[in-house]
């Protein structure tokens, strides 16, 4: 490291010896000979501090959620922010608020973790692999786009980091299997940022599915967001333009741009490179049906009991149409059935309100977050208190942690958590095969969760999407 030019200096470190090449060099090796063990060569044993010892954490991708995060982790006195990581420098142009953008950037971050411990020490760096490379680091928050999570994740898991990746935990089926077998070989803590399934309505709707209080139960209505973006009053400005400079010093653009495809000229198009921006382009997100389907059919198949396995099918796809807007090309309508293999379909729609409907014999029950409208007979059940020894009791954080927390409690007590890689890659899953219907035009595929193919009419086409294609010289 010492060779690095950029060494020591927050605006442009990570831009020196460690090169693209020498790390996709590594990384591509040992996947290459990879059939059984992924990393083999130089896996690394997960980090445990010992109980008293300290988490170095450190934050990748300082934006409108990796504050959330950082501020939540923060509050923990077992957990250090060491290091902060991003391509921009700086920027007020975060958040879900017009009128209240927040900082985001390294630099910012570096001053909200140096200013709540009181110091200098947090490393502000540019490329993610000096995180990767630096021992001290015992575990990541990424906070990046889609398009990074699964390089960034593989990378740090062989080095025996452990992982809080945001969802959607994969860009793509392929990246999801590569990240579950890297967790499982380097035995890490892995906490996808489903943070829904640590919120007591959602445990406790699924516990009432689980446990058929809603009697016999087939059919949910859920409901995601539409709109083809840009959302959140954010610019609709299409202008192509040259990388703004907050990315300075050259170089740093790719650092975002990463494994994404390209536009023409490698240009900086303001809809769908800004903040936030980048979900409603294919590039770099999977629209809608990712977004906000990592949450709730994450919640569908905890209620289900199928979250680690899937649909059998998706059926009467119908939507506004893949690439109708050349930026913004997910769809902004749409509407489709999960059918799972105990004949349960899930009804999937921008229509219903935001949240799941299941429809039971005596009754519906509508979660959504901060909410839980239940059936006059099951008013006077709160908590999941009164569930029978016998009962199905999910998982349930320790008391007063939230899904951060819980994260650094499986670390320390290196037990399962809310929300393993395995759990986070088949919800995730489900919602690329969706994503697969739209890109076809299909109103169809049938798949098989055990062999994570699909099958029938249409398969080679749909398979051969299931392989995520990274540019620009990027291989996981
Ligand atoms: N759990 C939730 O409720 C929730 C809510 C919002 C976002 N998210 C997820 O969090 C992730 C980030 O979303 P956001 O809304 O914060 O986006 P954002 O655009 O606000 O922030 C992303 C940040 O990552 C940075 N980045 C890009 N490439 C990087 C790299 N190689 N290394 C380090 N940083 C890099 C960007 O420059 C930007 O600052 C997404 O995966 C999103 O789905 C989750």
Same mark, same amino acid.
């Given at each position: 490291m010492q060779d690095n030019p950029h060494a020591g200096n927050p605006r442009t470190? !990570?831009?020196? $010896?460690?090169t693209r090449r020498a790390f996709i060099g590594a990384g591509a090796t040992a996947f290459l000979f990879g059939?059984?063990?992924?990393?083999?060569?130089d896996a690394a044993t997960a980090h445990r501090p010992k109980p008293s010892g300290r988490v170095n954490l450190a934050v990748i991708g300082c934006g409108t959620m990796g504050r959330g995060d950082m501020l939540a982790f923060m &509050?923990?006195? /077992?957990? /250090?922010?060491a290091a902060v990581c991003d391509?921009?420098?700086?920027? /007020?142009?975060?958040?879900?608020?017009p009128r209240r953008r927040s900082w985001g950037g390294r630099l910012a971050f570096k001053r909200l973790a140096d200013a709540h411990y009181k110091d200098n020490a947090c490393r502000a760096v540019v490329d993610f692999r000096e995180i990767v490379d630096?021992?001290?680091?015992?575990a990541v928050c990424i906070t990046t786009p889609d398009h990074w999570h699964a390089l960034i994740a593989i990378a740090c898991m062989k080095k025996g980091k452990h992982v809080y990746c945001q969802k959607p935990?994969?860009?793509g089926v392929s990246e999801g299997i590569a990240m579950v077998r890297a967790a499982k070989e380097h035995g890490v803590t892995f906490q996808v940022g489903s943070q829904q399934r640590n919120a007591s309505e959602f445990r406790i709707a699924a516990e009432w599915i689980r446990n058929g209080y809603l009697g016999e139960c087939m059919e949910c209505e859920v409901g995601l967001p539409g709109g083809r !973006?840009?959302?959140?009053?954010?610019?609709g400005d299409r202008t192509p333009r040259k %990388? *703004?400079?907050?990315?300075? *010093?050259?170089?740093t653009w790719d650092m975002w741009q990463g494994p994404a495809e390209h536009h023409e000229g490698n240009v900086f198009i303001p809809v769908i490179h800004g903040p936030m921006c980048w979900r409603s382009n294919s590039r770099t997100g999977g629209g809608m049906i990712t977004d906000w389907g990592a949450h709730h059919i994450d919640i569908l198949h905890w209620a289900l009991g199928v979250e680690r396995s899937g649909p059998v099918a998706v059926e009467n796809f119908k939507s506004d149409?893949?690439?109708?807007?050349?930026?913004?090309?997910? %769809?902004?309508e749409y509407s489709f059935d999960f059918v799972y293999a105990n004949g349960f379909r899930a009804h999937v729609s $921008?229509?219903?309100? $935001?949240g799941l409907r299941f429809k039971g014999k005596k009754g519906d029950l509508f979660v959504a977050r901060g909410r839980l409208d239940r059936p006059d007979f099951l008013? &006077?059940?709160?908590?999941? /208190?009164?569930?029978?020894?016998n009962e199905v009791h999910l998982y349930k954080a320790a008391a007063g942690h939230n899904h951060e927390l819980d994260f650094i409690d499986g670390i320390f007590e290196n037990r399962p958590i809310a929300t393993d890689c395995e759990i986070g890659h088949r919800s995730i899953s489900a919602c690329h095969i969706a994503n697969i219907c739209e890109r076809l035009g299909l109103s169809a595929l049938k798949w098989d969760p055990s062999a994570e193919r699909f099958t029938g009419a249409n398969a080679d086409d749909a398979n051969a999407l299931l392989e995520v294609k990274h540019h620009n010289g990027w291989k996981l």
């Open positions: 470190q !990570g831009l020196g $010896n460690t059939g059984r063990c992924l990393f083999g060569a &509050k923990d006195p /077992r957990v /250090r922010i391509p921009v420098g700086e920027l /007020r142009d975060y958040g879900y608020s630096d021992p001290s680091i015992d935990m994969s860009f !973006g840009p959302y959140w009053g954010y610019s %990388a *703004p400079g907050y990315f300075a *010093p050259d170089g149409g893949f690439g109708a807007d050349p930026l913004l090309d997910w %769809a902004g $921008n229509r219903y309100a $935001n008013k &006077k059940w709160d908590e999941g /208190r009164d569930l029978g020894a």
